[in-house]
C-alpha cells in the first residue's frame, strides 16, 4: 500500500491506489480542507507535493489544470488540487491551508 506523508503535521498514513489525497485525509482525520466537498471548484485542498510529484500521482487532468489556473494564485510547479490527485505510490504533500480554517 501507498504511504502519504502529510506536513506541516508529519503524519503518514496508507492509502489505497487510486484514493485521492482529500479521501486518504478524510479516512485518517488529516484535516485537509474541502469547501466544495470535492468536486475542483474551491482550491482549499491545495497541497505542494514535497516527494513523488511525477512517478507516484497520476497527472493532473483538465479540469484540475483550470481550477489551478483560475483559483490559485499561490500555485507552484508542485501544487495540486488533493481532491483531484490520485495516488499512485509514496507521496509527501505539504497542506496548504494549515491550521484548517473549517471542518
Ligand atoms: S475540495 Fe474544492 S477543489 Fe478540492
Redesign the pocket.
Known sequence: MPKVTFLPLNKTVEAEVGQTL?EVSEDHDIGLE????????????HVIVQDGTDNNLEPQDDEEID?MDKLVSTQTVHSR????ARVKGDVTVQIFNWPPREM
Open positions: 482529500l474541502h469547501a466544495c466537498g470535492g468536486v475542483c471548484a474551491c482550491s482549499t485542498c481550477t488540487l488533493g481532491c483531484q
